[in-house]
């Protein structure tokens, strides 16, 4: 579940050395084998959050915990399936659901949906003309996530353009206002 990279970074002359600050602080690295300290701490977290679920459905759906722990177990339903199981009471769209949230709750015809829209900028225009004139079969992936990659490594390439030094590239972008 957890991948190790080290053999193969090693056989294409790639060498990690790694700097930390606390002794799990390197827990998900592809490039070392997961202790069982940190493989312990994973399933601790795991089992917590199925708890969790457990106690919820079993609350919610009025079920014994137990008859839930028997439908559940990691296992993915279709609606169809999950409507038999007693886990969901309807059928419908995220339209649906909201009109019958708003009724539960009152509202009649008191309530309006905010869609938030984003105006692209103009790199992401170019990038989304890019990604839709572009013959790559990857292109025919969702649009929305390979878009959010494609215009992430756009800003970064962008960045770093006639720069030197070391560069570090981080999982958010940092910016003065």
Request: proline letters at 5%.
């Amino acid at each position: 579940m957890f991948p190790n990279v080290a053999k193969l970074a090693k056989t294409v002359g790639v060498d990690i050395e790694t700097v930390k600050t606390s002794p799990h602080a390197n827990m998900f690295s592809p490039f070392e084998v997961m202790s069982p300290e940190s493989l312990a701490s994973v399933q601790d977290s795991v089992d917590r959050v199925y708890d969790a679920f457990l106690d919820r459905v079993s609350s919610g759906r009025t079920l014994e915990r137990e008859a839930v722990h028997e439908i559940a177990q990691g296992r993915v339903w279709t609606g169809r399936d999950a409507q038999k199981l007693g886990l969901v009471d309807e059928l419908g769209s995220l339209d649906d659901a909201v009109k019958r949230a708003a009724e539960l709750a009152g509202l009649k015809e008191e309530f309006a949906v905010l869609h938030l829209h984003h105006e692209p900028d103009e790199w992401e225009q170019l990038l989304d003309t890019w990604l839709r004139d572009s013959g790559d079969p990857l292109v025919a992936l969702p649009r929305g996530a390979l878009s959010d990659v494609a215009r992430t490594a756009l800003r970064a390439s962008l960045q770093t353009q006639n720069r030197s030094g070391i560069w570090a590239r981080l999982p958010y972008t940092l910016r003065r206002d």
